[in-house]
């Protein structure tokens, strides 16, 4: 019997030397342990022997199962292990690896341009406000004191929605809505998208982008109006840049001027691009606050006058830059738009 055991011992150590998966050892498990596995068929042929062979042969086959089971329990282990290490070599991620990483994208020159416009505007001392593109002929006309048979007011130069509201032509329609609304004095700027039938050229959009200034208090006057351009402009472009002051005519400022600065290409030297006047294209229109409009709005003319005056936003861009064509601002060419 003790032969036949070491026998049985023997061959379940070489045979578990060569289990290398979950299957195999579980097969082992059933040819040894199972129930016609070589342990129990060993423990059935106790009974075949004599009374004093019976407990030693008992504890040698009792001792061998032990061993065995502990030899699948441990050899199982080893197995899940390995198993797992390589499932984990498997899905194993380099986080030294190189990507390409995400191209994240900027706000358009527009939009970098109207922020700084806002903040300069903010640092000396003015709201900023924001408006509907949409609005109404009694704020973006009546109001302004241009009266019904107005060139403006005609439907060649705007886009309307019905007879009392359309795309806003210009940010002054935010002048009434805030000398209604708020507690004077006012100072504020709002910048935002207009919309006009122009015919597109190199400095002209059918939409385009307009930043509004209103100052109301006692006392402002023309040389307040001019402080504000000089200082914002040269905030804007650097001291080396001039403004000129032209008259003009709008029907909700009296005076009215427009204003053009330095060309930004030739330095006010003259170049093909500025005719040789060395000024850039118009940049701006305008003015005091004509008393009517103050008056529409509920505001006492005799006691407070105003300034006010609305820029194109991407004219200023054009200067600030060097551009010669308002188009490469809408264009969407990703050669131009990556430079800023
Ligand atoms: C106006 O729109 C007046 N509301 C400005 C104003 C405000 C006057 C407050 C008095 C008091 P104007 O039409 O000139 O004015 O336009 C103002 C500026 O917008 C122009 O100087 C120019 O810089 C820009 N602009 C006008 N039309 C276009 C266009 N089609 N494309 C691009 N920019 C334009």
């Given at each position: 019997m003790e032969e036949n055991i070491k026998e049985v011992l023997a061959n379940f150590e070489s045979e578990i030397k060569e289990a290398t998966d979950l299957d195999k050892i579980e097969k082992l498990r059933v040819n040894y342990l199972g129930k016609k596995g070589e342990i129990t068929t060993l423990k059935k042929s106790i009974a075949k022997l004599s009374k004093e062979e019976k407990p030693q042969a008992g504890k040698l086959i009792n001792e061998a199962s032990k061993k065995i089971e502990k030899a699948l329990e441990e050899k199982n282990e080893e197995v899940k292990a390995n198993l797992l290490k390589k499932k984990v070599e498997a899905e194993k991620i380099d986080v030294t690896a190189h990507f390409d990483k995400a191209h994240s994208g900027h706000l358009a020159v527009i939009n970098q341009t109207m922020e700084e416009l806002e903040s300069i505007f903010q640092n000396m001392g003015f709201d900023v406000v924001e408006g509907p593109e949409v609005d109404t002929v009694k704020y973006v006309f009546d109001d302004l004191n241009?009266?019904?048979?107005?060139?403006?007011?005609?439907?060649s130069d705007t886009f309307y929605i019905n007879d009392e509201i359309?795309?806003?032509?210009?940010?002054?329609s935010m002048q009434i809505r805030v000398m209604k609304e708020c507690k004077l004095p006012i100072k504020m700027v709002s910048a935002g998208r207009v919309f006009r039938n122009d015919e597109v050229d190199a400095t002209h959009s059918p939409m385009f982008h307009q930043l509004e200034c209103l100052v109301v208090d006692e006392k402002v006057s023309m040389a307040n109006l001019k402080a504000t351009l000089e200082t914002f402009i040269k905030e804007m472009f650097g001291d080396d840049m001039k403004l000129r002051y032209r008259p003009h005519h709008f029907p909700?400022?009296?005076?009215s001027l427009e204003v053009d600065v330095t060309c930004p290409i030739c330095k006010g030297k003259g170049c093909p691009s500025c005719g040789n006047t060395g000024w850039s294209m118009e940049l701006l229109g305008g003015g005091m606050v004509h008393p009517k409009v103050l008056e529409n709005c509920g505001i006492d003319s005799e006691k407070y006058t105003g300034f006010a005056f609305g820029l194109g936003v991407d004219r200023i861009a054009m200067v600030k830059y060097g551009l010669d064509d308002i188009r490469l601002l809408y264009d969407n060419d990703k050669r131009f738009i990556e430079q800023f």
């Open positions: 241009s009266p019904k048979d107005h060139p403006a007011r005609s439907t359309l795309l806003r032509p210009h940010t002054s909700f400022t009296e005076p």
